[in-house]
């Protein structure tokens, strides 16, 4: 049976039961690697993408619930030679030790940071409360979210002054 | 001048009732003292008191989050506007430090301040009335040696003209029977320990029983069920929409541990509820149970073998769970994606309360409408903090309001044999939308230590 | 167990393009012996004067180094990326000393076909062994290189100078490294002294490196074994039987072999697996693959009501790990205590993971395990193939801080593999199964008996422990999983005691304080009721835990304060050096803090010879609740000469939160039927909201010293930190980890 998704901007018509979870068809048809399956339950985050501006368990949703939907993957954010704002602010602040868990911390910190690059280091806390890493890399990964935001602001204003 | 004669004479009436009325409701000051030195208590007077104030909900609404304990300064949403929570710290300035026992005593037992004010009855004085004094006094010394916290809680929001407290005396006058509390003779003493502590300190009937338009709770609708800050209050009388009837025992279970295998989790305020009754001595909640199950009376036959047909069907389910899949609804969106999203955890396969309950054994799903499963659908469960507990996703990121429509339609029909919700579409737009306000608690873990300072949290993820 | 490697074809003559090297490898017999992380493991023939870190046990210079002649640089090691940052700090190693720009290296890490047998990337042990080894050989490489533009110019060595690459003259003539290159001249054995650089010109070393695998991590590029796709690949899964020990005794795979997309149901005694063409079919093949086998009881588990203290009444063996008795031990005030550490687990977010292909008779794994030689060896062993049809190529997984679930992944994927030969097979385990099979850090028991004289000075020390061993490793087939499940079980071999310099059960056991009287007694418990393993640091967390949180209660005894106590009993100057760094960055007094809050202090040189750490704590009890919140911490560390100092504090930070995690919440729990702790809901880690607002690591400058493993230092000083810090704030002191809030609540009272 056939899904229709929108990942990262491009439309793709993808073979796969729609009750399949989108972590599967990310990873297993797309072959995109950013989203994790960590526990499949919903438990830890590594699986998190962007389904329109929200952050999304892509382990526990099926894609048939995204049809024509916009869904964000890290992959989406940039790319190894042009990296985003938040990819860029998580290579200056090294934040990632084993690194599983970063794109899915990543994904949901996006969410936030699109709603509001302005917020604090206490909402930071709070929102990304649902995703685990167990490398202890908390510290810098919350750095990272508040630089991102920095960053995604300096670029509104001259994008706003041009 | 016939005219003004009258005019005069309803004006001495309206001036002497006035007087009457201030007279009737007015209360004295009671001296301010100094604060007792925490020493001065006795630490068994003190233990006791910790497990009243457990019993009495007192840090739910005493605590704001990310505040101190008992610090106050909660805003609690009432028809009327918001009253803010008081500081019941033993800070001088700002708490009760300078409050008598005496003091104290007369605001549980009155629903007076320690100046004379009437209070809102947001603060349920109309069950703490029953409190004894013995167990007042513990609840003092409870409070007293508790950290004194400098925090005075924002003005209320009321209108006018209910920001006249003067006006509570007839409320009280209308609704308010003073206790203490009287037990029935003929009643076994856990069943009147039960009554005491239900009716007192618990104070259930809070939420549990509906109020009326004056926000007292309807007598003749006891435990009947409620809509409290857009989480439903399920009846725990007779109509208890639970699958498989409560008993003493299976309600004392709940109640300690926050779940149990043929109810699920408790979640929303009930959270903090049995949190909070986890960490007392269990012959309290027992007697508890055992009066609150007999409000709800023994089960029919009829209802006991439905009872018996929802165990029996979810068992099936756990055993077999992937073969669980045709129904006789035509629902298929609302199916697909309970198949898809929800089964996989709500199959029974792993028993409460880290797996999620069998909807065959949900109360949720027979309730009177579908708010409870909108909320914990889009906004999930959150885990509790370093302790084991259940945990369920948000979907509040990914289903549209007709996805989340279709599926609550196709739970009602499948897990219950109640007729389909009327409302549900708009309460799911009005849930999704933000004009109903859904406040957010962690859950309950599992092991006995007392809720956290505040479980109000955001929503989870 | 010392095997030779004398039979393995690929390691020979792989890069034999023109030109190059004619390479052949030193295959000097090396044990596996890793600091004392496997039992029974003899040591290494040392016939010749031994040569820095694993240079001993591969002497030979291009078995690390290899130049070809366009000049292009390879390195190997056979140390594995954990995400701890090792590649990007050998690198910076081998560029030092190389002289060229580190992007310039093409770095190969644990490959049974391409690198050295360095054992397992465990212990914090990669830089002083492996970077050891590379920064000497890379060394002695560049003098090579001189010496041959030294021949070639007839100018003597002191007038040229290696950079960029080049060699060049005073006269500003250059030669690449590549022209000169010429065969055989690198496959010299290493001498024991090279002419290492000073850090006064480090260009790299020493300073911050940006991590050469972050931009991959952030931005989604293929890099953990995870994503790994190969052509015509199936997806495995494993049904594992419901505890230990269970066979399976009836299966109805027909409905399974009828699901969409299964390729296989492949049962093999009581392994039991399936495969199919898409992950999501092989999940839900795995899931009716469940509910159609029927299992026997298998063993039991303990009851688990009050086991922990039962550790005492097990069967064990007695090691003195020291005995020590320089004087008078008359005691003036004594303290005596119990501590203990329930099971732990790994906890990687990432379960485990391994791509296995059989092809032409030899079966090549990719797996995410700490040591690609021994897990080759136990994989040929349960295959009962040579070794040599076995290779084993390290890729990045999910971090694993220490022995959990890779190995065994790799061998249920190196089997799955023999039942569709010629099809690579991705296996991943579910997430229950990473919580329930993983091998859990043992429980602990530990009881201290330590003793003051009148002038507030240590005097005697008791100290017994009871613990499993701390390693169950391959090497043998029957450290594996899948080999105890097939028609012919392999048995785990008999744990053995071993008392070793760098410890196991009894790592960190022996204070490093000066102490005239000390007795410590490993009860060393040979049944394992729960299957165990090395999780980051052994029996150092709690041997630590045990010491410094003593430390802390015989200061107040002494009326001492608890940072001065330590300095008095410390006579190495690192020691103290951390010490008093910590304390003086932290801001340490004696100053009134808020009610509920307090200090904690505490210090370990880890395995007493790697890195020296010690760090000062503030957190905050909430008297209502019993929860408790780590406020700030502020850590020194000695690693020695500083390779990658953000590295070196990324792992501290790491290691902090991580322990901190164990210590307040963490405990596998279990029942007589089975393992209950099986998801993130029944055990809880540490999440945003609870992570301290701010940790502080401060790196001792220490220049022209050996690189010192660091790792896993921060393990064991951060739960007596957090005891000692609870114990101020409370006035009670803690034994029992983990500190939840119930039994902290229980502790403080009302």
């Not at chain 2, 007076?112 to 703490?128: I, N, S």
């Not at chain 3, 899931?287 to 009444?313: C, D, H, M, Q, Y």
């Not at chain 3, 990719?366 to 136990?378: C, E, I, K, L, M």
């Not at chain 3, 590295?647 to 039927?673: C, D, H, K, P």
Request: charged share 20%; hydrophobic share 40%.
């Amino acid at each position: 049976m056939a899904v229709t998704l929108t990942v990262n901007g491009t439309t793709r018509q993808v073979d796969a039961d729609p009750e399949t979870p989108l972590l599967y068809v990310l990873r297993d048809h797309l072959e995109l690697n950013g989203a994790k399956y960590g526990c499949g339950i919903g438990q830890c985050g590594a699986c998190t993408v962007m389904v329109g501006n929200e952050a999304v368990l892509s382990c526990v949703t099926p894609v048939l619930l995204l049809e024509g939907r916009s869904i964000t993957t890290v992959e989406g954010l940039g790319t190894l030679e042009k990296p985003g704002p938040l990819q860029q602010a998580f290579i200056e602040e090294q934040a990632a030790q084993c690194g599983y868990c970063i794109p899915g911390m990543m994904m949901r910190a996006q969410a936030l940071l699109q709603a509001d690059p302005a917020v604090d280091e206490a909402a930071i806390r709070a929102h990304l409360e649902p995703n685990l890493c167990r490398c202890g890399t908390h510290m810098r990964i919350i750095k990272a979210v508040m630089r991102a935001g920095e960053l995604m602001r300096q670029k509104s204003q001259s994008g706003g002054a041009s | 001048m016939r005219v003004l004669k009258i005019l005069a004479a309803f004006a001495i009436l309206l001036v002497l009732g006035a007087g009457i009325f201030v007279a009737y409701a007015w209360r004295s000051a009671i001296d301010p003292v100094d604060p007792p030195a925490q020493t001065s208590f006795d630490r068994a007077l003190v233990a006791r008191g910790a497990d009243l104030a457990a019993i009495g909900n007192c840090n739910v609404c005493h605590t704001a989050p990310g505040r101190e304990p008992f610090g106050g300064g909660l805003g609690i949403q009432t028809p009327f506007g918001t009253i803010y929570s008081t500081n019941i710290t033993p800070d001088p300035e700002t708490g009760i430090g300078r409050w008598s026992e005496a003091a104290f005593i007369r605001s549980m037992r009155e629903g007076v301040d320690r100046e004379g004010r009437h209070l809102y009855p947001a603060f349920p004085y109309d069950h703490y009335t029953l409190v004894s004094d013995e167990d007042n006094r513990a609840l003092y010394a409870f409070l007293m040696t508790r950290t004194a916290a400098s925090s005075t809680p924002p003005e209320n929001e009321l209108p006018f003209p209910f920001n006249l407290r003067m006006l509570l005396a007839g409320w009280k006058a209308l609704y308010f029977r003073e206790g203490p509390f009287q037990p029935d003779p003929i009643r076994s003493e856990e069943w009147n320990r039960g009554n005491y502590l239900t009716e007192g300190l618990s104070h259930c009937g809070a939420c549990h029983t509906p109020r009326n338009r004056l926000g007292a709770e309807k007598k003749d609708e006891y435990f009947a069920g409620a809509e409290v800050e857009n989480w439903t209050v399920y009846p725990i009388n007779g109509n208890s929409p639970a699958p498989v009837p409560w008993n003493a025992d299976s309600l004392t279970f709940y109640l300690r541990h926050g779940w149990h295998e043929h109810h699920g989790a408790s979640r929303g305020s009930m959270a903090p509820v049995t949190a909070n009754l986890g960490s007392i001595p269990e012959a309290d909640v027992k007697a508890i149970a055992v009066y609150v199950s007999d409000v709800m009376g023994r089960p029919s036959q009829e209802r006991i073998a439905r009872g018996e047909a929802a165990s029996a069907a979810a068992r099936k389910e756990s055993e077999a769970p992937l073969t669980v899949r045709a129904t006789s609804t035509g629902n298929r969106v609302g199916e697909a994606i309970f198949l898809s999203a929800c089964q996989g955890c709500h199959d029974g396969r792993r028993p409460v309360p880290f797996g999620g309950l069998n909807l065959h054994l949900s109360s949720a799903v027979n309730a009177s409408n579908a708010q409870n499963i909108i909320n914990v659908t889009l906004f999930g469960l959150p885990a509790a903090r370093g302790e084991p507990s259940a945990i369920m996703p948000a979907y509040r990121g990914v289903l549209n309001q007709d996805q989340l429509v279709s599926l609550l339609d196709y739970m009602r029909e499948r897990f219950s044999d109640q007729p389909a919700w009327t409302d549900t579409r708009e309460r799911v737009a009005a849930t999704m939308n933000g004009e109903r306000e859904v406040p957010i608690y962690r859950m309950d873990g599992t092991t006995q230590a007392p809720p956290e300072t505040s479980m109000r949290t955001t929503s989870w993820p | 167990m010392t095997r030779t490697d004398a039979k393995n074809p690929t390691r020979r003559g792989v890069l034999a393009a023109g030109g190059s090297l004619a390479v052949s490898f030193s295959l000097l017999s090396r044990a596996l012996a890793q600091e004392g992380e496997v039992q029974g493991a003899a040591p290494p023939a040392q016939p010749k004067p031994k040569l820095p870190g694993s240079l001993s046990g591969d002497p030979f210079l291009d078995a690390w180094i290899r130049i070809d002649a366009n000049g292009d640089i390879s390195v190997f090691t056979g140390k594995a990326e954990l995400g701890q940052g090792v590649k990007t700090a050998i690198l910076q190693i081998a560029a030092e000393e190389l002289e060229v720009d580190p992007a310039t290296i093409r770095l190969i890490t644990a490959d049974t076909g391409q690198t050295p047998n360095e054992g397992y990337t465990a212990g914090s042990q990669s830089i002083q062994n492996s970077g050891t080894a590379i920064r000497h050989a890379a060394a002695q490489v560049r003098e090579i290189l001189i010496g041959q533009a030294a021949a070639r110019w007839q100018v003597p060595v002191d007038q040229l100078r290696a950079e960029n690459g080049k060699v060049i003259r005073a006269d500003g003539q250059a030669l690449d490294y590549g022209s000169l290159v010429s065969a055989e001249i690198l496959h010299v054995e290493a001498i024991p002294q090279s002419r290492l650089k000073p850090a006064s010109r480090f260009r790299v070393m020493g300073k911050p490196m940006h991590r050469v695998d972050i931009p991959a991590k952030v931005t989604g590029t293929p890099i953990y074994v995870q994503d790994l796709r190969m052509p015509g690949m199936v997806h495995a899964r494993v049904v594992r039987p419901p505890r230990p020990g269970a066979t399976l005794t009836e299966l109805d795979a027909s409905a399974v072999e009828r699901m969409p997309g299964v390729v296989a149901v492949v049962r093999n005694g009581s392994f039991l697996a399936v495969a199919a063409e898409r992950e999501f079919q092989a999940i839900q093949a795995m899931r009716v693959l469940e509910v159609s086998a029927r299992w026997s009881e298998g063993t039991r588990l303990p009851n688990p009501a009050n086991f922990i203290p039962s550790l005492k009444s097990l069967p064990s063996q007695q090691g003195v790990v020291a005995e020590r008795s320089q004087g008078d031990a008359a005691a003036a005030q004594t303290f005596q205590a119990t501590f203990t550490r329930p099971y732990q687990i790994h906890g990687s977010i990432g379960p485990s993971c391994a791509v296995a292909l059989l092809e032409n008779g030899t079966t090549t794994v990719w797996s995410h395990t700490q040591g690609v030689y021994p897990d080759r060896s136990a994989i040929s062993e349960m295959l009962k193939v040579p070794p040599e049809q076995v290779r084993v190529i390290h890729m990045e997984g999910s971090g694993c801080y220490g022995h959990n679930g890779a190995d065994d992944a790799a061998a249920d994927a190196a089997l799955i593999a023999q039942a569709v030969p010629g099809r690579p097979v991705r296996l991943q385990w579910m997430r229950e199964q990473e919580h329930v099979w993983e091998p859990f850090g043992p429980a602990m028991l530990t009881e201290v008996r330590a003793s003051l004289d009148q002038a507030g000075k240590i005097v005697a020390w008791n100290y017994d422990l009871w613990s499993n061993t701390h390693t169950t490793r391959p090497g043998p087939a029957g450290s594996l999983i899948a080999a105890h499940s097939l028609p012919t079980p392999f048995q785990p071999p008999p744990a053995k005691l071993s008392i070793t310099p760098s410890g196991n059960g009894d790592r960190n056991a022996v204070p490093l304080y000066a102490i005239p009287n000390m007795r410590v007694i490993w009860h060393f418990l040979p049944e394992m009721p729960l299957r165990v393993s090395a999780l980051r640091a052994l029996g150092a967390y709690t041997n630590v835990f045990a010491i410094e949180s003593t430390m802390d209660e015989l200061a107040l005894m002494a009326n001492t304060d608890p940072v001065e106590f330590r300095l008095r009993h410390m006579e190495d100057p690192r020691g103290r050096a951390v010490i008093e760094a910590a304390a003086a960055d932290f801001g340490w007094s004696k100053d009134p803090l808020p009610e509920g809050r307090g200090r904690g202090f505490a210090f370990a040189r880890y395995k007493n010879l790697a890195a020296y750490l010690a760090m000062a704590l503030e957190l905050e009890v909430e008297r209502e609740t019993g929860r408790t919140r780590i406020i700030r911490v502020t850590a020194a560390i000695d690693s020695g000469e500083v390779v990658n100092p953000d590295g070196i504090r990324n792992q501290t930070e790491g290691g902090i939160i991580q322990a901190a995690s164990w210590t307040l919440y963490e405990a596998v729990t279990f029942e007589e039927t089975g393992i209950t702790s099986i998801d993130w809901s029944s055990y809880p880690i540490m999440r945003f909201g609870s992570v301290p607002e701010r940790i502080d690591v401060r790196i001792m400058d220490r220049p022209g010293e050996p690189f010192l493993g660091t790792g896993e230092a921060a393990q064991g000083p951060t739960p007596a930190a957090i005891a000692n810090a609870i114990r101020h704030a409370t006035g009670k002191r803690l034994y029992d980890i983990p500190f939840r809030a119930e039994i902290v609540k229980a502790a403080i009272g009302v």
